[in-house]
């Protein structure tokens, strides 16, 4: 069950919890159902071999045989199914629920029509003229194990009663409600709790907190003097003490 504490949570109402249960029952009803016909294939196939001795249908016995296993199988996948199901809408698929009416539609025509689909099969196998009568292999069977026929007419009514109720109760309003899609709530934010932090993205240009550049950067002493320094001759200095005109001669006496 959801935790009813967050936002989104949705309360499985009763009406889903109890399809499950049914939708389980009915699993349990068709695996005993196959483990039943599994059981007693040796004796259906003994009494059809025996009714069928002597006629043009001697040796179609097999028929009947593997109509039971099939059908055997087929109980073990609804049985599956409606197990997957269960678990599924209890989690509010509505995707599962829309396939367990599919299903349980055709588990309640099939269950529905199994005795009349069984009488048909049993007339089907005798359709030669010197073939025995339906009604006498039912007897036999009936004889050979007289708990079948009533534990398989119980255990189709309790798994139409069960499927009806369980399709029903999932069309229910709460059910509806709850196989739903959430709507998303907005959460107001907690008292005393901080947002999440921004990154801070740094501004275009220089920062104002730098310290200014200074007017005239030094040369670096590591750095060799160009070419064209290098070929200029170095200037020579003036001497202070050379004249600047030639001195004049002395005076004739």
Request: hydrophobic letters at 40%; one cysteine or more.
């Amino acid at each position: 069950m959801s935790d009813p504490t967050t936002p989104d949570a949705r309360v499985r109402p009763g009406s889903v919890t109890i399809s499950s249960y049914l939708l389980y029952l009915c699993a349990a009803i068709g695996v005993l159902g196959a483990v039943t016909q599994l059981a007693t294939i040796g004796t259906v196939s003994d009494v059809y071999k025996d009714a069928y001795e002597g006629t043009t249908a001697e040796g179609t016995e097999g028929i009947a045989t593997a109509s039971v296993v099939v059908a055997s199988v087929l109980g073990l996948l609804f049985a599956a199914g409606f197990v997957v199901l269960a678990i599924l809408n209890n989690r509010g698929k509505n995707v599962s629920r829309i396939v367990t009416w599919v299903v349980g539609g055709i588990s309640l025509c099939c269950t529905g029509f199994g005795i009349a689909g069984q009488a048909l099969s049993n007339s089907m196998n005798v359709s030669t003229g010197d073939g025995p009568d339906p009604s006498e292999i039912q007897d036999s069977i009936n004889s050979e194990l007289p708990w079948l026929m009533p534990l398989s007419i119980t255990t189709s009514i309790i798994t139409l009663l069960a499927l009806i109720v369980a399709l029903i109760l999932l069309a229910l309003p709460p059910s509806n409600e709850f196989f739903r899609k959430p709507a998303q709530v907005w959460e107001p934010p907690v008292p005393g709790g901080a947002y999440p932090a921004y990154p801070q993205v740094p501004p275009a240009g220089p920062s104002p907190y730098a310290p200014p550049a200074p007017d005239a950067a030094p040369p670096s002493p590591s750095t060799p003097p160009s070419a064209g320094d290098a070929a200029a001759p170095p200037a020579q200095p003036q001497s202070e003490n050379r004249p600047s005109d030639p001195p004049s001669p002395p005076p004739a006496v």
